[in-house]
C-alpha cells in the first residue's frame, strides 16, 4: 500500500485514445502506462497495488480495535483509488469499449480484459513490422541511406513498444507462460545491426567489415551515429576514394598510401615518362 493517504489528482487522458478496432494498442499501452504512472494510479492498473489484508488478532482488546479502525481506513483508500484507476482506464478509451468493462470494479481484470480483446490486432501488427523489417530496399545514396535510417529507428521503437505493452496475465498462468508471452514480441538489436549494414550502398562495405571483424558488440545506437557522421563527412567532401580509404581506416593513421592506390591523371602515361 502506498505511504502516503492523499488521493491522486485526476485528470483527463489527453492523448490518442485506444481505437474501437485495437489498431493502436501497443503505442496506447505504452502511452497510457506512462500518463498513469505519473499520476500515482498505474500500480493499481498492474496490480502491484493489493488490497491490504486485515490485520492479525492481538491479545490486548483495545489494540485490536486500534487496528481495524486504521485496517478500515486503508481499505478505504485502496477502494477510493481503484474507482480513480477505473475511471482514468474509461476517459482513455472508445466509448462503445466499456462494454466490455461492464461489472468489473478491479482495474487490474479490465486491464486483463482489454489486452486479451486486442492480443491478437498485437500479432498481426507484429507481421506487418516483421514484414517492413525484412523487406528494407537497400539504399543508394545518402537521401536513401537518411531514409533507411529513419524508417528503422521507428520501426525499431514500434516493435519494442509492441514487447513492453503486455501486462502479466492471471495468476492462474504459470509464470514461465507469462515470460514467454512478454518476449514473443522482442526482437534482438544484432538484427537491425543486421538488416542496417546489409541495407547500406556498396562503397559502405569497409565500414561494414571494420564493424563485423571488431571485437566490440554490435550496437544499432553507435551504428546510426557512426554513419551520420560519415555522411557528413562524404557531403563535405567530392573525393570518392578519399571517402571509402576514410571509412576503411587507411587514411588519417600515419600510414602512407601504397604505391598500387597511386591512380595517374587521365591523359598522362607514366611508360613515357609523364609523372
Known amino acids: 500500500m502506498s505511504s502516503s493517504n492523499s488521493l491522486p489528482k485526476t485528470e483527463k487522458y489527453l492523448h490518442e485514445k485506444l481505437t474501437l478496432d485495437g489498431s493502436n494498442y501497443s503505442q496506447w499501452a505504452t502511452s497510457f502506462k506512462m ?21 492479525a488478532l492481538l491479545s490486548d482488546p483495545y489494540q485490536n480495535i486500534i487496528c481495524k ?33 461492464c461489472d468489473i470494479d478491479d482495474t487490474h481484470v479490465a486491464w486483463i480484459v482489454l489486452e486479451k480483446k486486442y492480443l491478437p490486432q498485437k500479432a498481426i501488427q507484429f507481421d506487418q513490422y516483421l514484414d517492413r523489417l525484412f523487406t528494407l530496399p537497400k539504399a543508394h545514396d545518402s537521401m536513401t541511406i537518411a531514409e533507411t535510417l529513419q524508417t528503422l529507428i521507428v520501426l525499431k521503437a514500434d516493435l519494442a513498444a509492441l514487447s513492453v505493452a503486455s501486462m502479466p496475465i492471471p495468476a492462474t498462468t504459470s509464470t514461465t507462460s507469462t515470460t514467454a508471452m512478454k518476449e514473443e514480441y522482442k526482437i534482438p538489436d544484432a538484427i537491425f545491426v543486421h538488416i542496417l549494414l546489409q541495407a547500406l550502398p556498396d562503397y559502405y562495405d569497409p565500414l561494414c ?38 571509412l576503411s581506416g587507411h587514411r588519417g593513421n600515419g600510414t602512407p598510401p601504397k604505391a598500387s592506390d597511386h591512380v595517374p591523371p587521365k591523359g598522362f602515361d607514366e611508360s613515357k615518362g609523364d609523372r
Open 209 to 246: 567489415q571494420t564493424l563485423v571483424n571488431s571485437d566490440a558488440p554490435l550496437d544499432f545506437n553507435n551504428i546510426v551515429n557512426q554513419l551520420k557522421t560519415q555522411e557528413l563527412h562524404r557531403a563535405g567532401t567530392n573525393n570518392m576514394p578519399e571517402h571509402i580509404a576514410m
Open 35 to 55: 500518463w498513469a504512472g505519473g499520476i500515482g494510479l498505474w500500480s493499481y492498473i498492474s496490480g502491484d497495488e493489493i488490497q491490504p489484508s486485515p490485520p
Open 69 to 101: 479502525e486504521k485496517h478500515d481506513e486503508h481499505v478505504k483508500i485502496y477502494k477510493q483509488r481503484q474507482l480513480l484507476a477505473l475511471s482514468a482506464l474509461s476517459t482513455a478509451m472508445d466509448a462503445q469499449d466499456l462494454v466490455y468493462l
